[in-house]
């Protein structure tokens, strides 16, 4: 990892490190006048309805922010430093760590000297204030980031004939890869320990809630994309459905190229955009294919330039029996 990655990395984990810090010396200085059992849960009315102890709080403090750090370490240490929405995400990170670190702490002062848990408010205001202190990190951090020279990014190579595969008549072949996403797991691993965290300080249903979305995560976390008689085809790792399909019928070239997700798709999963879709797993080598009405769709996969030329081979094929 360059030197520029590793400035990434650390200035990605560095608001959630400040979020931990700011939490726990929060949490010091008040404990003396906190009740055995913190309200920790509130309504839409800023009324108390849920209470958690305090080991339970300082696990949810550590296991968030943790969990949020190992995320944009994740996309700091993966994401292509050309690609100036990189940036952007990385920012991102700050007004997450300042939103969720200011509400933190507004949940101890709620409490200080409070004797019944169940009066305890916290007047909905207190989101827009933890908004201005997210919007007010992601100010900072845009400042530092200013700071990390990003490279330029690489030219896209221009149109040429598409590659083909040299095949006998009749001669059979197929292509198969796995397209592992570190980002959606990541989030599933994250989401995972939030659920254990959340059962630990006895919030089932949010634990249930997390659980879900980390299983989603990582039934999508690594797709199966192959290339046959077929045509395209991208598919989860465990399960048949949802799949994509492009069959040969319906392309017209396909082509290996270096892909910028964030400054060309907009983010991770699969992306629409104009004149074209995607299942963006991550930056980098992808399999792109011009379908016959004019619209694109890639994939994210290694060994991509392979896979164009046999897709090529067996539309050209397809094309030449009708």
């Known amino acids: 990892m360059n030197r520029v990655r590793y400035r990434l990395v650390a200035l990605a984990v560095l608001p959630f490190l400040l979020a931990i810090a700011v939490d726990l010396a929060a949490f010091a200085l008040l404990r003396a006048r906190l009740p055995d059992q913190l309200a920790s849960h509130f309504t839409a009315g800023g009324g108390s309805d849920d209470t958690q102890s305090h080991t339970s709080y300082l696990v949810f403090v550590l296991v968030t922010h943790i969990g949020f750090a190992a995320l944009w370490t994740v996309v700091a240490r993966t994401g292509d430093a050309a690609v100036r929405g990189l940036r952007w995400t990385v920012g991102a990170g700050y007004a997450v760590a300042g939103l969720v670190g200011y509400l933190m702490v507004a949940v101890l002062v709620a409490n200080a000297d409070a004797v019944d848990p169940a009066r305890v408010r916290m007047p909905p205001w207190q989101l827009a204030v933890g908004a201005g202190c997210g919007a007010l990190a992601a100010g900072i951090g845009w400042l530092l980031l200013l700071t990390v020279p990003m490279p330029a990014p690489m030219p896209s190579p221009g149109p040429g004939e598409p590659e083909r595969l040299d095949l006998a008549e ?123 009405g004019g619209r694109e769709f890639a994939v994210t996969v290694d060994d991509s330039a392979t896979a164009a030329a046999l897709l090529n081979t067996l539309a050209h094929r397809e094309g030449a029996k009708r």
């Open 170 to 292: 009749g001669e059979v072949a197929g292509w198969m890869r796995r397209a592992p996403s570190r980002v959606l797991l990541a989030m599933g691993v994250a989401l995972i320990v939030t659920a254990t965290a959340l059962l630990y300080a006895g919030g089932t249903r949010y634990a249930i809630i997390a659980l879900g979305g980390a299983l989603l995560c990582l039934a999508f976390s690594c797709p199966y994309v192959t290339v046959d008689r077929h045509g395209l085809t991208a598919r989860p790792t465990v399960l048949p459905w949802p799949r994509i399909r492009v069959p040969l019928s319906d392309v017209d070239r396909a082509i290996s190229r270096e892909v910028k997700i964030l400054a060309e798709y907009g983010g991770w999963g699969y992306r629409m955009r104009p004149g074209k879709t995607g299942l963006m797993l991550r930056s980098g080598e992808a399999l792109v294919v011009r379908r016959a």
